[in-house]
């Protein structure tokens, strides 16, 4: 069992830059593939990024050069830094888990934090 919660959202200017945190509870969290996907109102939930067990990173087309995910196995944390906002990113972002394997599909993941929200003005 992997509980997920997420921190680190907010309001913030086109342009500007936040960093979600995602702690996982758990003892096989480095067993684990971490992913980040986000929700706008009326859309359907999107990848975003994600990082293997073994620290390979992917990216959707619309973050790639300005989002960057990490994870930290000794602090069973996975991070989002994302730079260079616009508005068309703003929803609720959310944490996912699965094991081994990273996955784009939002089906494939076993575990689910609560999300947290991003507003980016114009």
């Known amino acids: 069992q992997v509980q997920l919660v997420e921190s680190g959202g907010g309001l913030v200017q086109a342009g500007g830059s936040l960093r979600l945190s995602c702690a996982a509870s758990?003892?096989?969290?480095?067993?684990?593939?971490m992913g980040w996907f986000r929700q706008a109102p009326g859309k359907e939930r999107e990848f975003v990024a994600a990082?293997?067990?073994?620290?390979?990173?992917y990216y959707s087309d619309s973050v790639k050069g300005r989002f960057t995910i990490s994870k930290d196995n000794a602090k069973n944390t996975v991070l989002l830094q994302m730079n260079s906002l616009k508005p068309e990113d703003t929803a609720a972002y959310y944490c996912?888990?699965?094991?081994?394997?990273?996955?784009?599909?939002?089906?494939?993941?076993?575990?689910w934090g609560q999300g947290t929200q991003v507003t980016v003005s114009s």
């Open positions: 996912a888990a699965k094991f081994r394997s990273v996955s784009y599909n939002v089906y494939d993941y076993d575990y």
């Open positions: 990082i293997s067990w073994n620290f390979i990173t």
């Open positions: 758990g003892r096989t969290f480095s067993s684990y593939a």
